[in-house]
């Protein structure tokens, strides 16, 4: 950390992830990685239209007999909406579109969810989560002092969808991950944690939380979903927005003329907490700003130029105005004083190793799968 700063001199990663890397013409690791692992296995012509066709084949197959023959996590935003739109439209699919209310919906989100599906004629299964059980939990990661605030929001929404898919014997899952908006993924340390980590929860919440058991809080670990779901049971995790022409503003605009769908000022702001979070907490508090990321992704892919995007990180997303009177709403909602909320912006910084976890165990298992031919890894 001790680092001078530097930018990339193709993208805007920079030094505030601490494990960057910059070539002679200080050109960074994760543009590097976009060149040689990324794009040689990114198909959006011909081969893509075959791939997709291929899948599509299979998970009909699949499916016959059957209400459904895939289920789509939607929140709403970009992704998850256009994927939809993808899987019923162009891969001919039956999806059941599943949506996990966490408590922290944008009326934007909600609008948006509704004019898809009543616009693709689908069937919506919306799992609301114990509201208290999210908060007391949300409560206590704010108490632990990391940059992963939204690891709470991630493992309600994803184990939500897995537990369901597994009740009801779905085997066939269609993500919105994409390499187009995507490609620049967000480093570990800004909180990008590797996924449901069950020791890591119940550390913290061992040491942060109220005392009481929180058993209303879905957790499905990492390990289990990775190994059990997906290896044991057969679940296969589809990625159709990496097999079709995805361009971020086009996508927008088709959604818009088909349906009413309502574009967002940014990625990640269907969720009132997550837009807080990626907005003022983490910039503020710990100095990580995923936007670089986010635009990094849209440089790489010929979406952005690198000026724009250094215009707009020069400035705050939101204004300073609305950034103070959600710090009042978040404060409100987890049933904090706004002084309580900011004694806990203001308290000393940790990070996930602070605490219990298995993310050695994680990246093990990760190496063992890639040597087996069980997953690819793409990202740097």
Request: charged share 30%; glycine share 8%.
């Amino acid at each position: 950390m001790n680092q001078p700063h530097q930018i990339c001199s193709h993208c805007i990663m920079d030094t505030s992830d601490p494990s960057i890397h910059f070539d002679a013409q200080g050109i960074c690791d994760y543009c590097k990685n976009f060149e040689i692992a990324v794009k040689p296995n990114w198909h959006t012509d011909s081969k893509g239209e075959h791939q997709l066709a291929q899948v599509a084949d299979a998970i009909r197959q699949a499916g016959k007999g059957k209400d459904f023959d895939c289920i789509i996590g939607l929140s709403g935003g970009l992704d998850s909406s256009y994927v939809a739109y993808v899987a019923k439209e162009k891969m001919g699919l039956r999806p059941l579109l599943f949506h996990v209310d966490a408590g922290w919906n944008t009326d934007q989100a909600v609008g948006n969810i509704e004019k898809l599906v009543d616009g693709l004629g689908l069937d919506l299964y919306t799992d609301v989560v114990n509201w208290d059980a999210v908060k007391r939990m949300q409560v206590a990661f704010l108490h632990a002092g990391i940059p992963d605030q939204d690891l709470v929001q991630d493992a309600a929404f994803f184990s939500g969808l897995y537990k369901f898919a597994r009740k009801y014997k779905i085997k066939h899952i269609i993500t919105g991950s994409n390499f187009s908006t995507e490609c620049c993924r967000e480093p570990e340390e800004w909180g990008g944690y590797l996924g449901i980590d069950k020791a890591l929860f119940a550390d913290i919440w061992k040491q942060c939380g109220d005392g009481e058991p929180n058993d209303e809080f879905p957790l499905v670990d990492i390990l289990v979903y990775k190994l059990w779901y997906q290896k044991v049971l057969g679940m296969k995790v589809h990625h159709p927005l990496n097999m079709v022409p995805y361009i971020k503003k086009e996508a927008e605009d088709e959604l818009e003329r088909r349906f009413g769908w309502k574009r967002f000022q940014h990625k990640h702001h269907e969720s009132r907490f997550t837009r807080f979070y990626e907005d003022y907490w983490l910039p503020r508090r710990f100095g990580y700003e995923k936007r670089r990321a986010h635009f990094s992704s849209l440089i790489m892919t010929g979406q952005m130029t690198r000026d724009q995007a250094l215009d707009r990180i020069s400035r705050p997303e939101m204004d300073e105005h609305f950034l103070n009177q959600e710090f009042e709403y978040v404060a409100h909602k987890l049933g904090l004083t706004v002084a309580e909320l900011q004694q806990l912006f203001e308290m000393p910084k940790k990070t996930y190793r602070d605490y219990r976890n298995k993310r050695n165990l994680i990246g093990l298992g990760g190496q063992v799968m890639r040597k087996l031919g069980l997953e690819k890894r793409y990202f740097r």
